[in-house]
């Protein structure tokens, strides 16, 4: 499994960076989390609203920032 957070580095995209990371721990799943920080690279994905989650290239959250077990339940999907 592919992880995306996409963000620019502000404080809410570095949050959702530590979320995810930590529930992927914590659900014990093999899955590579990317921190993708190019504005084309996010706008090709079709999100213009930062923080965002892509998992195995489907966008799956945009625009805040979810708590951990919103973000445990979008991996183990």
């Known amino acids: 499994m592919e992880i995306k957070v996409l963000g620019t580095g502000c404080k809410k995209c570095k949050t959702l960076e530590e979320i995810t990371k930590q529930a992927v721990i914590e659900v014990g799943i093999d899955a ?37 077990m919103e973000v445990k339940e979008l991996i183990t999907k």
Do not use: H, N
């Open 32 to 68: 590579k989390v990317v921190k993708v920080e190019d504005m084309l690279e996010i706008m090709k994905l079709g999100v213009l609203t930062t923080p965002a989650l892509v998992i195995d290239g489907k966008v799956v959250l945009k625009g805040r920032v979810p708590s951990i």
